[in-house]
């Protein structure tokens, strides 16, 4: 049995950014050798009247200097929807590099953070990214008692 620790690759692909109205980019995610990614985005303190949404954007070249919007990845975060969390999944894009776009205008929107989900990998098990994951475990039916 395989779970998400080993049959998914995490990457930490935002820090935290504070208040803004600036447009947030991800770093560039790597989709050979996966055939899914999904994005997690987690907001914090979102100002009253803050125009957000989330959307990805994908291309050919590993710096994304041809980066294009993704048709539907567009989803809208309501000004009082803090400390909630955005989700979007691409299946078989088709370009190799994603990065999610956190765009803020009006208002303040606090981002807690951007994680990329990697799955549906041709090779197990995978591995995390070293610089953005400390540690990942996998427990099947556990017994109770000291960690």
């Known amino acids: 049995m ?19 109205t600036s447009d947030v980019n991800s770093a560039v995610v790597d989709t050979q050798g996966f055939a899914s990614c999904t994005f997690l985005v987690a907001f914090g303190a979102i100002t ?9 954007q ?23 929807d803090d400390n909630q ?10 370009e190799r590099y994603l990065r999610c776009v956190v765009d803020r205008g009006t208002q303040n ?9 990697q799955t549906r990998a041709k090779r197990l098990p995978v591995t995390h990214d070293a610089t ?3 540690g990942s475990e996998l427990h099947v039916s556990p017994a109770e008692g000291t960690p």
């Open 2 to 20: 395989r779970g998400l620790t080993e049959s998914g690759k995490l990457t930490r692909v935002s820090n935290a950014v504070a208040a803004g």
């Open 48 to 56: 009253a009247g803050a125009v957000t949404s989330c959307k990805v």
């Open 58 to 80: 994908q291309g050919a070249a590993s710096d994304l200097s041809d980066a294009a919007d993704l048709a539907g990845t567009a989803v809208t975060v309501a000004d009082d």
């Open 85 to 94: 969390l955005v989700a979007i999944e691409v299946v078989e894009p088709r």
């Open 109 to 117: 929107a606090v981002i807690d953070g951007v994680v990329a989900i």
């Open 132 to 134: 953005t994951v400390v």
